[in-house]
């Protein structure tokens, strides 16, 4: 198993340990200062953390449309470009852990930060290579583990500008911003939780102070940069050093970064890497095998095998692998991170560029683009063998990886009524002969492929006629101080959603405390579509779900945040009796009712399509 995998592995293992951590083997932290007090987030009785639906909203739509990020790994562990010369001689590996995987002393890692100068650092060649690749946006570490900042923060002098050989003048975030911008690419940052340098950071109970300062820094981030996601880190349950983050801190992290500003897209490390927590899940190295439900998500990948640059790594992954893992992604749903690691001199290393420009070019390529940007899962037909499907408006991307033989076919399997108006071959004329029988359509291409990485039938779909949108209000939303729904309710209003992550803190409402409570959503859900629906509850600590008087999920057990799903034929324009309980027992609260079906991405089911009972 090789280093990385391993880390990767010990993370995800570690995620829910609770593990004592040994004493820090860092230094002291370069000259930290005392900052001013970030504003305090939203907490307490009826705060509710979920401040829109992740899957549709307007927030996000950017960010699910791109569906193609660029991922940097720049820092000063750049400087040892993945190796590091004991005293003993001996050589010893790594990327971006290497200071904490080689055993570096803090003072030799000072020595070698105050020799870093990544001169060649060129933030309009970064720009534009994520531009040409289709890379629509960026996110570069701003703080990785070993708590070097690329910016010039004023919260400590660990620092590109105060702790380095490279020009006082210049500010790679800033001219990344500039350069972003320039070619209409937005800009994220990476944020690592975990802290090596800091040493308020490796003991709950000096944990606040660094929490102090890790706040500080991400207002400066937010008020010098204005980025559009924050990629969080390093929120694992871990040791050398100790790193004491708790569910409870993300919920207070998500709700401060809210405070700056309400549009960034935040991933779910901000907590414990879990559906309640931000807006992105974060599969790492792995393209989830189906859509994922719940959560918008991410994959991000490394080029070779590491994320940090690494001259020894030559494990670079074939354009064509790394083309299709995206348009794989695309049809699931999700968006691609794809990493760079540039060397000592802030360079991106050739093999990337090759390998990024090789999948720019497949998309520029006859309009190729449309199977990824802005498109998504297909829902009216399973993911085929041969390749790949995406869905944009009434139009579905083949993207096939095995094209068939002289006269061969491809099938695919319905999975509800359309009809196929249409199927032609990005990029080429030849007749693409197309039928359905049953919940089969078959599509007969009569000529070659167009290229050997992936070529697309483009198919114009009829799906059915969908029913008026609603003119729905909501359900009717009964709460009470305790955990037993019945009785006369503490609160009775109209809910226009079913939508809350209450957390540790939140409730229903002011006057209901958040030790304990339970709610009652009832009324009628009205479908747009006949078609089979896949009801979602995402709950903790306990639910129960009735459509129309039938009992059709039941986990009355305490659990912690949970997805619950079943299916059920509705009916276009129909009213479908629902009832839905809660209770929250201990830890935290959240209460989502989704809804998806061939035609509807998954979505917090809309308040038109809701009536109260
Ligand atoms: O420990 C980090 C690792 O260095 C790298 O930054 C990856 C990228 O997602 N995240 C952590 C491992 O899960």
């Not at 970030?38 to 960010?63: F, K, M, Q, V, Y």
């Not at 039938?550 to 912690?560: A, I, P, T």
Request: hydrophobic fraction near 35%; charge should be neutral; aromatic fraction near 10%.
């Amino acid at each position: 198993m090789s280093w990385q995998t391993w880390r990767t592995a010990l993370i995800s293992a570690a995620a829910t340990a609770l593990v004592v951590g040994l004493l820090t083997d860092t230094g002291q932290p370069t000259h930290p200062t005392t900052v001013a007090q970030a504003s305090p987030p939203a907490s307490g009785p009826g705060t509710n953390h979920a401040i829109d639906d992740p899957l549709t909203s307007e927030r996000t739509r950017a960010w699910r449309e791109d569906r193609f990020g660029m991922f940097i790994h720049f820092g000063v562990y750049s400087h040892l470009e993945g190796e590091y010369t004991r005293p003993d001689g001996t050589v010893c590996r790594d990327a971006e852990w290497i200071k904490r995987q080689c055993r570096i002393p803090q003072a030799e890692y000072e020595r070698f930060a105050a020799e870093f100068n990544p001169a060649e650092f060129d933030a309009e060649a970064i720009a534009r290579t994520a531009k040409e690749a289709g890379q629509r946006y960026i996110v570069i570490t701003s703080k990785h583990h070993d708590g070097y900042a690329l910016w010039p923060t004023k919260v400590n002098r660990w620092n590109l500008r105060d702790h380095s050989s490279f020009d006082k003048n210049r500010d790679i975030l800033a001219e990344l911003k500039a350069a972003t911008e320039r070619h209409g690419i937005k800009l994220g940052f990476y944020y690592s939780i975990w802290d090596w340098n800091d040493p308020d950071a490796v003991h709950p109970s000096t944990f606040g102070r660094y929490k102090e300062r890790m706040y500080a820094q991400l207002k400066e981030l937010v008020d010098n940069y204005q980025p559009s996601v924050f990629w969080f880190d390093g929120e694992w349950s871990t040791d050398r050093p100790s790193n004491p983050w708790l569910t409870q801190d993300g919920e207070a992290l998500e709700a401060y970064v809210r405070t700056l500003d309400p549009k960034i897209v935040v991933n779910n490390r901000v907590g414990k890497r879990r559906l309640v927590d931000g807006d992105t899940g974060t599969p790492e190295q792995t393209i989830p095998a189906e859509p994922v439900s719940g959560q918008l998500w991410e994959s991000c990948m490394t080029l070779n095998g590491s994320w940090g640059y690494a001259k020894w790594d030559n494990r670079w992954k074939s354009p064509a692998d790394l083309t299709r893992n995206l348009i794989s992604i695309a049809g699931r749903g999700g968006n691609y991170l794809l990493n760079v690691g540039p060397d000592a001199r802030g360079r991106i290393p050739a093999e990337s560029v090759d390998r990024l420009r090789a999948m720019g070019s497949w998309l520029v390529r006859n309009r190729q683009a449309d199977a990824v940007h802005g498109a998504g899962t297909p829902g009216i037909v399973a993911e085929p063998d041969w390749g790949s499907v995406s869905r944009k408006g009434d139009t579905l991307y083949a993207s096939v990886y095995r094209w068939p033989g002289a006269g061969g076919s491809l099938t695919l399997k319905a999975l509800s009524g359309f009809d196929v108006r249409s199927a032609r071959v990005l990029g080429s004329t030849q007749r693409v002969a197309v039928s359905r029988s049953g919940d089969t359509v078959t599509l007969t291409p009569s000529g070659a492929p167009t290229n050997d990485i992936a070529t697309v039938i483009a198919i114009g779909v009829a799906p059915p006629a969908p029913a008026a949108i609603g003119t729905g209000t909501g359900l009717k939303a009964e709460f009470w101080a305790n955990r037993k729904p019945g009785g006369t309710p503490t609160v009775t209003r109209t809910d226009p959603l079913v939508n809350y992550n209450w957390k540790y803190q939140g409730s229903p409402d002011p006057t209901i405390l958040y030790s304990g409570f339970s709610g009652r959503w009832t009324g009628f859900v009205q479908p747009r579509f006949s078609e089979r629906y896949t009801l979602t509850t995402l709950t903790s600590n306990t639910v129960r779900l009735w459509v129309d008087d039938k009992l059709v999920v039941d986990n009355w057990q305490d659990h912690g945040p949970l997805l619950s799903s079943v299916a059920v034929d509705l009916q276009a324009g129909k009213r479908h009796k629902i009832r839905l309980d809660f209770r929250k027992e201990s830890n935290e609260a959240v209460a989502k009712l989704l809804w998806s079906s061939p035609n509807t991405p998954e979505q917090v089911i809309p308040t038109t399509q809701l009536y109260p009972a």
